[in-house]
């Protein structure tokens, strides 16, 4: 494991109408409450599994200041408080997800999985290893499906195992920042990360199939943040083609929307092919966007310094979640 650093950036995110909108849908039956969340991705989402992991066990979110503002003590979230999945578990009224490798029995996990890990990718080593990049942490898109099938089997033992499909939510994602940040990582240029996305959109595709198969009725699939507004890549950037208002990098937003855009061909592929699952697309990427257009708004400032947690800690709850971006 190569030295990394994080920085924490407040995020906005307006995830919980969309869920609200989930239920008119259609896909799940009026009036059910759902059972748990299932979530996959990497440190928007990771509530515990990177304090599991040798290679992440002693990382930075196994420290203060992380943890300090809500639960008190360290506890793997790369975040002072909760993260955009903690929220969406509490306003489901259901508990928080069971991070995967703190738990063991069918009883630890019907109400709910996460799998995501602090660092991962959607790709596995070999993608990375043939163009000459080691990812951060030993974990990919293909180790959380492994995960989930395991957990699958574990259910197995437990007769309404379909219910608990049909009835929970399944987020799948944010995921492949932290596959865009490996390439750039080692001088990779914007052009060469351009031919990732399709292989990035394609493993959110085989995850979110897994879980379609496996019964799911509804799917949540967070988009890319503005990578060019991502603050240890305009730390690291040597051009000069920033956007004049915020500041952005433009290339980079224009890989985000790019990859965006693939994201959006793929779901309305797998709408078409599952009319029953209601398929949702998150836009992480506005929200973001928003937040740095307009911090005030969100009562912060859009970036808190390098290991310093933002400056004012009573954020709103509906929306702040931390970003960890490595090199
Ligand atoms: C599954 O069964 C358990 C035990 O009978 C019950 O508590 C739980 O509510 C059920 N879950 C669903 C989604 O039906
Ligand atoms: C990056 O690539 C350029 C062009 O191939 C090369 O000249 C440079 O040495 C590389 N830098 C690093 C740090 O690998």
């Known amino acids: 494991m190569g030295q990394f650093s994080r920085f924490l950036v407040a995020v906005a995110v307006a995830l919980l109408p969309v869920i609200g909108a989930a239920g008119g849908g259609g896909a799940r039956d009026r009036g059910t409450r759902y059972a748990g969340v299932f979530s996959f991705g990497d440190s928007l989402t990771d509530t515990g599994n990177s304090l599991c992991l040798a290679a992440t066990r002693k990382g930075p979110s196994s420290r203060p200041p992380y943890g300090e503002t809500f639960f008190r003590r360290p506890t793997g979230r790369a975040s002072d408080g909760r993260l955009v999945v903690d929220f969406i578990a509490e306003a489901l009224g259901v508990p928080h997800p069971t991070p995967y490798l703190a738990g063991k029995s069918a009883e630890d996990f019907r109400r709910g999985v996460n799998f995501a890990v602090g660092g991962a990718t959607a790709l596995g080593p070999d993608f990375f290893k043939s163009r ?29 195992r379909t219910r608990i499909m049909a009835s929970s939510l399944f987020i799948v994602g944010e995921i492949g920042v932290n596959d865009y940040l490996v390439a750039f990582a080692e001088n990779t240029t914007v052009e060469e990360a351009r031919a990732f996305v399709p292989h990035i959109v394609g493993a959110v595709r085989s995850v979110v199939t897994e879980v379609i198969a496996a019964g799911a009725r509804t799917v949540l699939v967070p988009g890319m943040i503005p990578l060019g507004c991502e603050p240890q890549l305009l730390a690291l950037d040597q051009s000069s083609d920033h956007d004049p208002a915020s500041g952005c990098i433009k290339p980079l937003n224009d890989l985000a929307e790019l990859h965006n855009r693939a994201l959006n061909g793929m779901l309305r592929e797998l709408r078409r092919a599952n009319p029953r699952t209601a398929i949702l697309y998150a836009d992480l990427y506005g929200a973001v966007a928003d937040l740095i257009a307009s911090p005030r708004k969100y009562g912060t400032h859009a970036c808190a310094s390098n290991h310093q947690p933002p400056a004012n800690h009573q954020l709103s709850p509906d929306l702040v979640f931390s970003v960890d971006l490595r090199v």
């Open 132 to 160: 000459g990049l080691k990812p951060f942490v030993p974990v990919s898109f293909t180790n959380q499906a492994t995960w989930f099938k395991n957990v699958l089997q574990l259910l197995a033992s437990v007769h309404n």
